[in-house]
Nanobody, 122 residues
Framework: QVQLVESGGGLVQAGGSLRLSCAAS????????MGWFRQAPGKEREFVAA?????DLTNSVKGRFTISIDNAKNTVYLQMNSLKPEDTAVYYC??????????????????WGQGTQVTVSS
């Protein structure tokens, strides 16, 4: 069984920074695509950032968020700077065994983390 374990969420003031981490563990696993989605209260889950066959970030976080992957550790990071109250959501890590060229479709991911809460106060 593959597990994705997230860490790094919390409460931060607007303008602050957080770094989310997600480590994949379990049986022999090679995650060719890893990324992040988020879900705010009363809203559908939305794509944030991912890296696989390409790298993509949703427009609202470009210039503020950075995604990076340590393949040796099967770990994906999301560095979030200049946070805004509208970034408040539960952030989910996702991984796919495939090299995805289109990264925004949540149905293409095989594994999901349990989610970590990010709250940005104004």
């Amino acid at each position: 069984q593959v597990q994705l374990v997230e860490s790094g969420g919390g409460l931060v003031q607007a303008g602050g920074s957080l770094r989310l981490s997600c480590a994949a563990s379990g049986r022999t696993f090679s995650s060719n695509t890893m990324g992040w989605f988020r879900q705010a209260p009363g809203k559908e889950r939305e794509f944030v950032a991912a890296s696989g066959g390409s790298t993509d970030l949703t427009n609202s976080v470009k210039g503020r968020f950075t995604i990076s992957i340590d393949n040796a550790k099967n770990t994906v990071y999301l560095q979030m700077n200049s946070l805004k109250p509208e970034d408040t959501a539960v952030y989910y890590c996702a991984a796919s065994r495939r090299w995805l060229s289109y990264l925004r479709d949540s149905n293409m991911y095989d594994y999901w983390g349990q989610g970590t809460q990010v709250t940005v106060s104004s």
